[in-house]
C-alpha cells in the first residue's frame, strides 16, 4: 500500500496544482431561457444573476452547484439586480419600467415604478454610499435616483440626445458617475442639487460602455469602439489611454476594479471571451485569461472582496468565477 501511495502521490500533487492553477470557474445555468447576467453576492455567498431571458431571478450556491429560480410571471427582461444589507434583492425591470425589490423568503416582489412613461428601461442600479440606488435608463436617457426608505424615484434628464445612460458607480463623495454608450461622453449629478454635468471623451468616435471608479477618485471606462481602457481625473480634468491587448477587435464590455486598483475587462469581441487585467501602478496589462465556455459576450461583472473573486455572466449560459491573482 505505501509503494502505491508513493507512486500516487506525484500524479494527486498534479492533478490538485492543476486544479489551483485554474482561475476560472463556471456553472452552467439550466433553468429554460436565460440569458444569466449581473451576478451579486449576498451575505451568505450564495451568487444571484437575472435570467435576462426567461422573466426571472436565480441563486447559485456555489459550494454545493444548487440553482434555486424565483419566476418574475409575465414580468420579463430583469436586466441587473444588487442586493442589499438584509439580503433584499433590487432588479432593474427593464423592459416594464420599474425597479423591484425580491424578498427571497416569501418570494413577493415591491416594485416601485417609473414617474416618468418615458423611462420605460430601467438599466443598470449601484448603491450609494446612503443605501439607495442610482440607475441608468437606457433609451429613455435618464440618470435616476430610488429612495429605498420611501420608495421616492427621482428622474435626471440627460442633456445629450440618444445618449443611452449605461454603466454607473458611484465614488467616495457620494457622487454617481455614468457612461453614456450613444455618444463619447461621461456623466455625473451632483447629489444635493441634481445638476448633471458631461464629459467629452478626448475622441469623437470613442463609444464608453461600463466604468469603474479606483480609490483616488479616478473614473476608468472601457471604450467598445477603440479598443481601450482610459482613465478621466476629476481632480485635474486630464485623460489617459491604453490600447488593449485584443486591439480594435476587443470591444470592451463589462468592468471590475479589485482591491487592488487594478482594472479588470471582458474582450467580448475575442473567441473566447478574455478577462483583462490592467495595473495601474505599473501601466502593464497582466496576461489576458480565457474563458473555458467561451463566454458569447460577458456584459458585466462585480468584484467580491471577502473571497477576492470576480463573478460574471456569459451568454454561454454559465455564471462564472474569476480567482483574481
Not at 440627460?158 to 458611484?170: K, L, M, N, T
Not at 460577458?298 to 491573482?325: C, E, K, Y
Amino acid at each position: 500500500m505505501k509503494e502505491f501511495l508513493s507512486r500516487m502521490l506525484p500524479l494527486f500533487a498534479l492533478v490538485a496544482l492543476q486544479a489551483v492553477a485554474e482561475p476560472v470557474t463556471e456553472w452552467q445555468v439550466k433553468l429554460g431561457d436565460g440569458r444569466p447576467r449581473d451576478p451579486y453576492v449576498d451575505s451568505t455567498g450564495k451568487v444571484w444573476f437575472c435570467g435576462q431571458g426567461g422573466g426571472y431571478l436565480a441563486r447559485l450556491d456555489p459550494v454545493t452547484g444548487k440553482f434555486d429560480r424565483f419566476d418574475l410571471g409575465t414580468e420579463k427582461g430583469p436586466h441587473n439586480l444588487i442586493i442589499d444589507a438584509r439580503d433584499q434583492v433590487w432588479y432593474a425591470g427593464n423592459t416594464t419600467g420599474h425597479i423591484g425589490r425580491l424578498d427571497p423568503a416569501t418570494g413577493g416582489i415591491t416594485r416601485y415604478p417609473m414617474p416618468d412613461a418615458a423611462a420605460q428601461d430601467p438599466h443598470t442600479l449601484i448603491w450609494d454610499r446612503d443605501g439607495n440606488i442610482w440607475f441608468t435608463v437606457q433609451h429613455g436617457n435618464f440618470l435616476g435616483h430610488l429612495d429605498v426608505s420611501s420608495g421616492a424615484v427621482r428622474l435626471v434628464p440627460v442633456q445629450s440626445p440618444h445618449a443611452r445612460p449605461y454603466g454607473i458607480a458611484v465614488d467616495a463623495g457620494n457622487r454617481p458617475w455614468a457612461v453614456l454608450f450613444g455618444s463619447n461622453r461621461l456623466a455625473t449629478v451632483d447629489p444635493a442639487t441634481l445638476a448633471l454635468s458631461e464629459i467629452p471623451l478626448p475622441r469623437e468616435d470613442a463609444r464608453p460602455r461600463r466604468l469603474v471608479i479606483t480609490t483616488g477618485g479616478d473614473v476608468w471606462y472601457g471604450d467598445y469602439a477603440g479598443g481601450v481602457v482610459g482613465r478621466y481625473r476629476p481632480a485635474d480634468g486630464s485623460f489617459r489611454e491604453w490600447p488593449l491587448p485584443g486591439g480594435t477587435r476587443a470591444l470592451p464590455y463589462a468592468m471590475a476594479v479589485d482591491d487592488q486598483d487594478r482594472i479588470w475587462l471582458a474582450e467580448s469581441g475575442i473567441t473566447p471571451n478574455r478577462l483583462v487585467g490592467l495595473d495601474p501602478a505599473t501601466e502593464k496589462f497582466l496576461d489576458p485569461i480565457s474563458v473555458p465556455s467561451g463566454g458569447g459576450v460577458i456584459r458585466h461583472m462585480v468584484f467580491h472582496g471577502p473571497t477576492r473573486a470576480i463573478w460574471f455572466g456569459a451568454d454561454s449560459g454559465t455564471i462564472g468565477r474569476l480567482q483574481v491573482p
